[in-house]
Each structure stands twice: as structure tokens, then as C-alpha cells.
């Protein structure tokens, strides 16, 4: 779970309560989706949510529990930089983008927020940064033959 917050919508019969919840969902290996959603109880929002969540999994890149290259994402306010990491090195993320790069199976990188504090903002960001890494481009062998 990252996040529940107490929404209020305004009518003309006065204010009417809600409540929104963001989770999140992964195998440890190499899946991860977030889910957001509203209702007008907080088992009802988190029941939304963890169906929407399964709904949007993205299958994570992976090189030896890490990522394959550094990568940063700007998503409206919320910037993330994700960096490769040695291994024994360990999860070195702040809030909401560690959850994300646990529930990955990354264990080793690091990352910085450089935009908002905002925790659904910062997993969506997280989220769109680790779906655009890409699988490391293995060398050709040399093409050095002498011609005769």
C-alpha cells in the first residue's frame, strides 16, 4: 500500500467523503503494477485498486538483480533518476519509489526523486521509468578478417 488519503467532493447538499487508495502489486521477480482508485469505504477503494493493479502489470528489465543502464523520467512535476547498482549494494530509494523497485525484484540501485514530494505522482513516474528500460545490446564479434 502506498498510499490512502480522505478525498471530499463538495455538492449542493454539503461535502460528501471518499477515500482514494494507491497500491501496489509485484511477484519479487520481474513484475510490477500500481493501482488507483476511490470508494466510498476503505475496503471498497483498496478492493478497486488491487484489481487495477493486476490489471496494469508491466514486466521489469533485469541484469543480475539490477537495471541494465540509467535512466531518467520526468512525469508532470515528479523526476526520477534510476542508476545501476553492484551487487551487495542493496535498494537505496526514498518512500514511494522503494516500494516500486522491491515489489520489481530489483535488488540493487540506486535512485534519487528530484521533483515532487507527491507519493502517486513519484510511483506513477517509477513506474513509466522502469517500463522503458530496455534489454542490453550484446556485441558483435570483430569483424577484423584480413581479405586476401
Excluded at 523497485?101 to 517509477?126: D, Q
Aim: with cysteine; glycine share 8%; charged share 30%.
Amino acid at each position: 500500500m502506498v498510499d490512502i488519503a480522505r478525498v471530499t467532493r463538495v455538492m449542493a447538499g454539503g461535502k460528501r467523503m471518499r477515500f482514494r487508495t494507491c497500491i501496489a502489486l509485484g511477484n519479487k521477480k520481474d513484475k510490477v503494477g500500481i493501482g488507483l482508485a476511490k470508494g466510498a469505504d476503505v475496503t471498497m477503494a483498496i478492493t478497486k485498486a488491487v484489481n487495477k493493479a493486476k490489471k496494469n502489470m508491466i514486466n521489469v528489465v533485469t541484469v543480475n538483480n539490477t537495471i541494465p543502464h540509467e535512466i531518467y523520467h520526468k512525469l508532470g512535476a515528479s523526476k526520477i533518476l534510476l542508476k545501476p547498482a553492484k551487487k551487495g549494494r542493496g535498494v537505496i530509494a526514498g518512500g514511494a519509489v522503494r516500494i516500486i523497485l522491491e515489489l520489481a525484484g530489483i535488488k540493487n540501485v540506486t535512485s534519487k526523486i528530484l521533483g515532487t514530494n507527491n507519493k502517486v505522482s513519484n510511483v506513477k513516474c517509477a513506474i513509466e521509468a522502469l517500463e522503458r528500460l530496455r534489454k542490453p545490446v550484446k556485441k558483435e564479434a570483430s569483424h577484423s578478417k584480413k581479405k586476401d
